[in-house]
């Protein structure tokens, strides 16, 4: 009897004690399920694939191709993070010191995370091909660049479960880890360029060699790890068992929050930390200085908080959504592709309304005034009273939602396609959120310890120290690094071209709001199951975590709308903005520490 069948004969064990075996109807369910999501996504897939063919920028291939390699990477981080072999907890603790096969017991496992890593793949090599684009022969590219992706991470993911039983494998680990981000930061900074407009160039039958090359060299390593099972200690799998625990306990009790106490001392544990002389520092100060400490003994994870301040660039060159204008033109200029309304005036000259559908480009009297009484002269007169330069401000005042529309039905003057000013609408709008977003991040990963007074306020109230205080001292170390994040990723997207004039202000006069809302999310209550559930077509929605999820960030927008606004209006001059941030963001954080209480 071998190792695979013992593990089936104890699970079968177990399965036959359950109180109710999977039915015929259960699999039934489960298959239907699978068939409606085919239904649903199948036309999307099929759209957004079909509109692959093309060729693609070369200003925007480098840095969708460094998106690409840094989501692999994270990928492939998080799978080594996570075990990435993750036994269940019951298995864990009652069948992996017992007499079954070590590798028969981990087969489970092993195909699960085979299924997510290949599907993983499949969508790095479709995503891959979206950056590099596919002048020919889209179905052979399309194939090569799937069986790429899944190479890639069924490779990488295999090094990682060797690098469970072996600490050369570890490391030879970290060096494919190191290897992917040197070619995302080689694809975003430019050396990298112009190979990678040679291999969008290339022949499909080079790339499906090169695919060969890679699934031949995937395959050896995936049947070294599979034969290394065996070899995988204890030790390191209850530890991976254990994580799993915490995150299905947080799952099943709907408490994101015990994931955050299991991931700190899960990094801590065991550690051995060396103790120094505490500063001679006023109170509050002192009593904040943990934080200080327990952020600079992580130097990785400062490591990582700078090299994700270029992603907000990134994602403007990659999505080409966002104009080069950013800062350099006013909110119509950006969204209609059109100067201001005095330059319309000027352009229009007190013309009639053939000279301005001409001037527009073709559209007709409707698009122009959001009417659909009809392209004549009278209809034009009667309601705009002639092409002056006040009723042309209304066309370029900003993106409402005639606006919109008539810069969907294609008038704008020397526009540049339908969905052009859409486009720099929504650039505006994403670089914004994950600035505000990532900054936010950042700040509470410096928090916790005010998490542990909140958790604990009889040991906080033995330090005799006021709890305002308390919270103004340890908002000084994310206000930091909120600002700093910040200020770094506005400086890339200075860099790249996107802004132009102070805007890395934005970061310090903004971070004391972030600060406040990271404060404010480390000291929020568990999830609050009594609270009425939202009935919706989709499902009821439980209020409790909604509502968690939305204490802290609720305080850093409040506090941060002014550079929210100024990052989707695009002014000329940023400065009244950058007054207004200062008032809010330190009024955020003011305010909320003078509402806090002692507990």
């Known amino acids: ?45 099929t759209t957004a694939v079909t509109g692959l063919a093309g060729q693609v920028d070369a200003a925007r291939m480098g840095p969708g191709v460094a998106l690409v390699m840094l989501a692999l990477a994270g990928f492939l981080a998080l799978g080594r993070a996570a075990g990435p072999v993750v036994l269940p907890a019951a298995d864990a603790s009652w069948l992996l010191l017992s007499g079954v096969g070590r590798r028969g017991l981990l087969g489970r496992p092993v195909r699960i995370l085979a299924v997510i890593t290949l599907a993983a793949g499949a969508l790095f090599g479709l995503a891959l091909l979206t950056a590099l684009g596919a002048p020919d022969q889209l179905v052979w590219r399309l194939l090569a660049a799937v069986v790429l992706g899944m ?59 090169a695919a060969a090359g890679a699934l031949a060299a995937a395959a050896l390593l995936v049947r070294h790890a599979w034969t290394a099972l065996d070899r995988i200690p204890a030790g390191t ?45 006023p109170a509050p100060l002192a009593l904040a200085w943990q934080d200080w400490r327990r952020v600079a003994r992580r130097p990785g994870r400062l490591a ?37 309304a005095g330059s319309l005036a000027s352009t229009a000259g007190g013309q009639s309304a053939e000279n301005l559908a001409g001037i527009a480009g073709g559209p007709t009297a409707e698009n122009l005034t959001g009417i659909a009484s009809g392209p004549t002269a009278e209809n034009l007169t009667g309601i705009a009273s002639g092409p002056t330069a006040e009723n042309l401000t209304g066309i370029a005042s900003g993106p409402t939602a005639e606006n919109l529309t008539g810069i969907a039905s294609g008038a704008v003057a020397g526009g540049g396609g339908p969905m052009e000013g859409v486009g720099a609408l929504v650039g505006g709008l994403a670089p914004a959120a994950l600035l505000i977003g990532g900054a936010l991040a950042v700040a509470a990963s410096a928090v916790a310890g005010a998490r542990r007074d909140a958790d604990n306020p ?10 305002r205080a308390a919270l103004l001292a340890r908002a000084l170390l994310p206000a930091l690094l909120a600002a700093a994040w910040m200020a770094a990723a506005l400086g890339w997207l200075a860099a790249a071209g996107a802004v132009a004039g102070p805007w890395w202000a934005f970061g310090p006069l903004a971070a004391p709001a972030l600060a406040a809302g990271a404060l404010r999310m480390a000291r929020r209550p568990p999830v609050d199951h ?35 606004a100024a990052l989707v209006t695009q002014p000329a001059d940023p400065s009244g903005y950058l007054a207004a941030q200062a008032v809010t963001g330190l009024g955020a954080l003011a305010a909320y520490a003078y509402r806090q209480k002692a507990r």
Not at 243 to 260: F, I
């Open 1 to 45: 009897m071998n190792d695979a069948t013992d593990a089936r004969l104890a699970r079968a064990f177990v399965r036959s004690r359950q109180r109710r075996p999977v039915s015929l109807l259960d699999r039934y369910v489960s298959v239907f399920m699978l068939a409606i999501a085919v239904a649903v996504f199948g036309n999307p897939v």
């Open 151 to 209: 190479s890639a991470s069924a490779g990488g993911m295999a090094l990682a479960v060797l690098g469970q039983g072996s600490q050369a494998w570890q490391t030879w680990s970290t060096v494919a880890l190191v290897a992917v981000l040197a070619v995302a930061v080689a694809a975003a900074i430019g050396p990298a360029r112009e190979p990678l407009a040679a291999v969008a160039a290339a022949p499909a039958q080079a790339l499906g060699a």
């Open 237 to 281: 799998l209850m530890g991976a068992a254990t994580r799993a625990r915490h995150l299905t306990t947080a799952a099943t009790h709907l408490d994101p929050g015990a994931l955050t106490w299991a991931a700190e001392d899960d990094h801590w544990r065991g550690r051995r930390l060396r103790s120094r002389r505490w500063p001679s520092l």
């Open 304 to 340: 990582l908080m700078a090299a994700t301040t270029t992603l907000p660039a990134l994602l403007t060159q990659a999505t080409g959504a966002a104009p080069t204008n950013l800062g350099r033109g006013s909110a119509a200029e950006s969204l209609t592709g059109m100067p201001d």
């Open 458 to 467: 009889a040991l906080a109230r033995l330090a005799a120290v006021g709890t």
């Open 530 to 564: 009594s609270l009425p559930l939202i009935d919706t077509p989709a499902g009821a929605i439980p209020t409790g975590p909604v509502f968690w999820a939305a204490t802290g960030p609720d305080l850093a927008l409040l506090g941060s709308l002014p550079t929210l």
